[in-house]
């Protein structure tokens, strides 16, 4: 045993200097709009070579073209020269002979404006950079090519930037020198740094803090209430999985285009998930709408367990369950938190919900055009939200009829987190079906394929809705109505005395 021991602890240098060791540093220049934030790289490879490839993505989150944002490649010492390939996400960096290479990259907008469409380029100006983690740093190839996710170590220094300049990213606040240590994909690449003329305030959930980056002069919202308002999501949601969250959370919100007049009507808000937060980018004009923030608050919020810790094993495929439930709670969560009275409830789940899926020309649609065409087409995009919501909606009743008021989808889904929380699970229909039938003694797999997969209108007539609910089908769009007295109502449909035990375990 001793002789194995001391075999293993002789390894142990060895095997230490296999693993790659990154080390960032990112410099402030007085003019960042025409310099860019120059990126030093310092990297030691397993073995000494006269070329290294590094990976830098250049299609993001539905933006193309991102190489064309970097410029200015320097090498450490003479000798080193560069050939960046876009179709292979791929920079090819020649050096002499050696294990440590050491290079530097500028990242600055390919543009001096972007529209407001454009919410994931780069935004480097004098005044303020918005820069996504996988678009600022560069990694080496035989890291980000590992058949499984690799674990990564990088420290981050922060050079030369004034006092007053914010610092703030996924995983620091205020920081000039950081270490990560995690995941590549799903936590250093999900990330997102700031920094410039952004406002930081903190609010926290069971002693555990929660940033919110905010920046610009925004029309219609002011600080005071917009933490109002995000602290009533925050803690509805967290209530609602009985869940305190990450040791650090973040919400960014960033404006896109201003307009001081009414030259554009209407608001272009986008939110995206992120690790440990979200962010939300908006066009900012007299037009800013707080019920479609306070929305995005409560949808955005939501990933973190739907489509987060509750992953769907095949992406948009699975969009009907991980947008279109995730949509169906930040409504039903906003009802229970006090954002929405029954009332307003109901008209916000016909008007949103209800009407804008019967408006859609592609509403019978099968399920796997929606994976081929979901980011090619807004209406397909927005398919599987409404689809899956009303559907969510649909089985909600179900269980709450069945079961005598005592269970509901809540349960369900609580118990389908703590499914998918386990070592190398996620979220697959066969699951959620298996689940349901446990609920309600019945397989509806054949509602499911004819509702979810094919696409077909949901039929009304005869439907188990909880008494009270009604599903008015005289017109060719269907309209929710409810009856009787609003608080019991709306106790019966939040079940709030539902018992706690999963009904698999029973």
Excluded at 169 to 190: D, H, I, M, P, V
Excluded at 370 to 396: C, E, Q, T, V
Excluded at 471 to 492: C, F, N, Y
Aim: proline fraction near 5%; include cysteine.
């Amino acid at each position: 045993m001793k002789r194995l021991l001391l075999f293993f602890c002789s390894l142990l240098p060895l095997l230490t200097a296999a693993q790659p060791r990154i080390g960032y540093q990112v410099h402030y220049a007085p003019h960042l709009g025409a310099e860019g934030l120059r990126v030093a790289v310092q990297l030691r490879t397993p073995k000494a070579t006269d070329s290294t490839y590094f990976h830098f993505a250049n299609n993001v989150w539905g933006e193309d073209n991102l190489l064309r944002c970097l410029s200015g490649f320097a090498g450490e010492k003479p000798g080193y020269r560069f050939r960046v390939v876009p179709d292979s996400n791929r920079i090819v960096v020649y050096h002499p002979r050696t294990r440590d290479v050491r290079f530097s990259y500028r990242v600055k907008q390919d543009a001096p404006e972007y529209t407001r469409d454009q919410v994931n380029r780069p935004r480097v100006t004098d005044t303020y950079f918005h820069v996504l983690g996988e678009s600022l740093f560069t990694v080496p190839e035989f890291l980000a090519g590992a058949p499984t996710e690799p674990e990564l170590t990088a420290t981050i220094r922060w050079v030369g930037f004034p006092k007053g300049f914010v610092l703030h990213n996924t995983f620091a606040s205020g920081a000039t020198e950081q270490t990560f240590r995690g995941k590549l994909w799903t936590e250093f690449y999900r990330s997102l740094y700031v920094g410039g003329d952004y406002r930081l305030h903190q609010l926290s959930y069971q002693n555990r803090p929660v940033y919110v980056v905010v920046r610009g002069q925004w029309q219609q919202y002011d600080d005071a209430r917009l933490l109002t308002t995000l602290q009533q999501a925050l803690t509805a949601q967290r209530d609602f999985w009985h869940d305190a969250g990450p040791a650090r959370y973040t919400v960014f919100m960033s404006p896109t285009v201003t307009y001081t007049d009414s030259t554009w009507r209407g608001q272009s808000m986008r939110g995206e998930g992120l690790y440990q937060g979200f962010k939300l980018q908006s066009t900012n004009n007299p037009f800013n709408s707080w019920d479609l923030l306070r929305y995005m608050f409560n949808h955005e919020m939501l990933h973190d367990w739907i489509g987060g810790q509750i992953r769907g094993a095949h992406q948009e495929l699975n969009s009907w369950f991980t947008e279109g439930f995730t949509d169906y709670y930040a409504y039903k969560n906003r009802l229970r938190s006090g954002d929405l009275t029954l009332d307003t409830w109901v008209k916000a789940f016909n008007e949103d919900i209800i009407q804008q899926l019967y408006k859609n020309p592609e509403r019978n649609q099968p399920n796997y055009l929606i994976k081929d065409n979901f980011w090619k087409s807004r209406a397909f995009g927005k398919l599987p939200y409404r689809r899956g919501a009303l559907f969510a909606f649909w089985i909600d009743n179900l269980i709450l009829k069945r079961s005598g008021y005592t269970r509901s989808l809540d349960d369900l889904m609580r118990e389908l987190r703590q499914a998918c929380l386990l070592p190398g699970q996620s979220f697959n229909d066969e699951r959620f079906l298996a689940l349901a039938q446990t609920y309600l003694h019945e397989d509806i797999s054949y509602e499911f394929q004819k509702y979810v997969l094919h696409g077909a209108d949901i039929s009304w007539a005869g439907a188990e809705l909880m008494e009270g609910f009604t599903m008015d089908t005289t017109q060719p769009i269907p309209v929710l109505k409810v009856a009787g007295p609003g608080p019991v109502l709306r106790e019966r449909y939040l079940n709030a005395k539902a018992p706690a035990r999963p009904v698999a375990q029973q």
